[in-house]
């Protein structure tokens, strides 16, 4: 069964660049059958998506956040990465990577533990 | 944007049905996926494209999805269902979640 774990800083300055990484095991991210997927939750509050990238290596990100996020696949380490530029505490939250099948399927099937980043001063 | 609309909140009697809804214009032309996520874990998905349960999910979860209105069914309501529930569907190149509906089992 494939599995995904999220890596990174907890903490993260205002104005700074949040980088997130997910290693993918038991299963190969170059696998045609599937895209990834970034999402977050803030605090007490519900599930928000950042964005995907896909097999073909094209991306989609959430109008709102669009202006601030790179999503990348490293294949060489079996992971992908978030970058989220000049954040704020409104940054705050635990982040989630998934996988959703490609082929224009937005649904999450598998995720990852996620990983809490607090971005404070 | 598309904007889904769950009740905050649902309560269910120990052995009985909870329906979660999950309102959005139009919805019915739209993949409708559920996940449920227990206090400090990540979320589950329980039911895909409106009425498929994924392998482990049992039998008393279910779904359906008509006009604009989805909903998650859930029979024999058991204290480990206790959990909040997300709606999700894909729409003009961006995913979007519904508020979440917290379940709480009597």
């Known amino acids: 069964q494939m599995q995904l774990q999220e890596s990174g800083p907890g903490l993260v300055k205002p104005s700074e660049t949040l980088s997130l990484t997910c290693i993918v095991s038991?299963?190969?991210?170059?696998?045609?059958?599937?895209?990834w997927g970034w999402i977050r939750q803030p605090p007490g509050k519900g599930l928000e998506w950042i964005g995907s990238i896909y097999y073909s290596g094209s991306r989609d990100y959430n109008p709102s956040l669009k202006s601030r996020v790179t999503i990348s696949v490293d294949t060489s380490k079996n992971q992908f990465s978030l970058k989220l530029t000049s954040v704020t505490a409104a940054d705050t939250a635990m982040y989630y990577c998934?996988?959703?099948?490609?082929?224009?399927?937005?649904?999450?099937?598998?995720w990852g533990q996620g990983t809490m980043v607090t971005v404070s001063s | 944007s598309y904007d889904l609309t769950q009740p905050f909140s649902v309560s269910v009697a120990l052995g009985q049905t909870a329906r979660i809804t999950c309102g959005g214009d139009?919805?019915?032309?739209?993949?409708v996926h559920w996940y449920q996520q227990k206090s400090g874990q990540a979320p589950v998905l329980v039911i895909y494209r409106d009425n498929n349960r994924p392998s482990g999910i049992p039998e008393r979860v279910s779904g359906s999805n008509s006009g604009n209105t989805a909903t998650l069914t859930i029979s024999r309501a058991q204290a480990g269902d206790e959990a909040d529930y997300y709606c999700?569907?894909?729409?003009?190149?961006?995913?979007?979640f519904g508020g979440g509906t917290k379940l709480t089992v009597l």
């Open positions: 999700q569907v894909w729409d003009t190149n961006s995913v979007v």
């Open positions: 998934a996988r959703h099948p490609s082929g224009g399927s937005f649904v999450f099937q598998i």
């Open positions: 038991s299963g190969s991210i170059s696998n045609s059958m599937y895209s």
């Open positions: 139009n919805i019915r032309t739209k993949n």
